[in-house]
């Protein structure tokens, strides 16, 4: 069972059905927050962001072409792994329509800043991300917690883990932040066999051309200016640096908190809160993160422009404190800590990680 895992819920109150209380609860909830004007666009701060992005991203070319074949192009490396973990950032506020009114817009702008600039596919990441918003840690449903490389829940430790993958598994908390070396290539990888492969794809041929380009355009630069080794160790610590800084931002989010049964039944207010977490620190951990240090707020409101996020969120607390109702926040490193406890208790086989008590409220509810 996870740190966070002692979640505990509020006795339903007197007066009316609990399904009608509670869908109740969060549209009072997003009415206040529409009085505060929280829901407005800010095109402001996201063309900023854009051009600033745009202008790094430039800069870095230039600056690889001037220093040429030198080891100094580590450092390029190291630096281009943040910038573009920044224009994620913003690609995922795009997919979320947090940037632009018009779905168009915000579907261009996200194969813009994924596709062109990032050089991943928005359609493979738009379908695995809209499911895991619907049901986060929810087994069989979050894409998030599916078994792979690590495993979520002791359930699924039967399944030929033993050897070298036992070995791993029972270790994967430990193991974890180093594994994320490797989520930048899986992250490019994956994007790729979504668009040539024979699944759905909204806009195949834009995402194809766009990803084409941008990988093919940067590979071809990258071994023009350097000598072979050089080049292949430019790209491992500019893949391996952005997996780990994708994965040291979106872990702390979910991870360690209460994962339930695939019956499980929560109104949509107690899911988005019981299952996330925040993440305090302040301005710094604030754009270090891209704003998802505010994940309770982000999943209630996954439209809203990301400079609401901190403004709404004493809002949220005081809502959920008001009724009962479990709101986790933690520092970063706290969020670490939790992470990789809960996944080394998976590994070893923890005895229940379901032990929670929102699953045994809500496995039944109707």
Not at 42 to 54: D, M, N, S
Not at 341 to 364: H, K, M
Request: aromatic share 12%; net charge positive.
């Amino acid at each position: 069972m996870s740190d966070a895992a002692t979640t505990t819920v509020s006795t339903p109150r007197a007066g009316g059905a609990p399904r009608e209380r509670q869908v109740s609860e969060f549209t009072a909830l997003t009415r206040t927050v529409q009085e505060a004007g929280l829901m407005r666009r800010r095109y402001g701060y996201y063309w900023t962001r854009f051009v600033l992005l745009t202008g790094l991203l430039a800069g870095l070319g230039t600056a690889m072409v001037l220093v040429g074949a030198s080891w100094w192009q580590l450092l390029i490396a190291a630096a281009l792994a943040v910038v573009l973990g920044q224009v994620m950032f913003l690609g995922h506020d795009a997919a979320h329509r947090q940037i632009f009114a018009s779905g168009r817009w915000n579907d261009w702008a996200s194969l813009v800043i994924a596709n062109l600039y990032a050089g991943m596919s928005y359609g493979w990441w738009q379908h695995k991300h809209s499911r895991h918003h619907a049901k986060p840690n929810q087994v069989g449903a979050d894409p998030d917690i599916k078994t792979g490389a690590l495993v979520f829940s002791t359930e699924d430790l039967p399944k030929a883990r033993t050897g070298v993958i036992g070995w791993v598994t029972q270790r994967q908390g430990w193991l974890f932040f180093p594994m994320l070396l490797l989520e930048g290539l899986n992250l490019h990888v994956s994007g790729v066999r979504t668009i040539f492969g024979r699944g759905e794809v909204k806009r195949r041929p834009i995402e194809i051309a766009f990803v084409t380009l941008r990988l093919g355009g940067y590979l071809a630069l990258v071994f023009w200016l350097m000598p072979v080794g050089m080049a292949l160790a430019f790209l491992g610590v500019q893949l391996g640096l952005f997996g780990l800084y994708m994965g040291a931002v979106f872990a702390p989010n979910h991870k360690g908190m209460p994962i339930v049964p695939k019956d499980a039944r929560i109104d949509f207010l107690r899911r988005q809160v019981l299952m996330s977490r925040n993440v305090r620190g302040g301005r710094f951990v604030e754009s270090f993160t891209g704003g998802l240090n505010f994940q309770v707020e982000h999943h209630l409101f996954p439209n809203m422009a990301r400079p609401h996020l901190r403004r709404v969120q004493p809002i949220v607390r005081e809502f959920c404190e008001a009724r009962g109702i479990r709101y986790t926040e933690t520092t970063l490193l706290q969020s670490y800590g939790i992470v990789i406890r809960y996944l080394n208790r998976v590994g070893l086989a923890a005895r229940d990680p379901f032990q929670c008590p929102i699953t045994a409220e809500y496995r039944s509810a109707r």
